[in-house]
């Protein structure tokens, strides 16, 4: 899997605010995976293009986000402006440890 930098992902798929809640992580683009209202307008922007949307997620204590919608070890999404080409290929942006 192709690794790329948080700057670089945010400056080509540029994520867009979560309107819900402007003291969101991440910016205020992190849709929040526990709260059913956020999670809900994700996931209707994820029937409308799949494509734009990302999982933040946590794997062995580190921070990651893949492209797609995740289900395991998600703790949110994010919506972007600009789609992925498919998830496969898609590049995986490490944040750290937590």
């Known amino acids: 899997m192709v690794r ?9 798929y540029k994520p867009i605010k979560n309107s819900l809640r402007r003291s969101a992580p991440f910016d ?12 809900m307008k994700a996931y209707l922007y994820c029937l409308i293009n799949p494509k734009k ?20 070890n ?8 600009m789609p992925f080409e498919n998830e496969w ?5 490490p944040l750290g440890r937590i």
């Open 4 to 12: 790329m930098t948080f700057k670089k992902w945010l400056k080509t």
């Open 28 to 39: 205020g683009c992190l849709f929040d995976s526990w709260c059913n209202r956020e999670k």
């Open 53 to 72: 949307i990302w999982t933040l997620m946590e794997h062995e204590n580190r921070l990651y986000i893949v492209a797609g919608w995740g289900l395991v």
């Open 74 to 81: 998600r703790l949110g999404y994010f919506v972007c402006s």
């Open 89 to 93: 290929d898609a590049p995986e942006i």
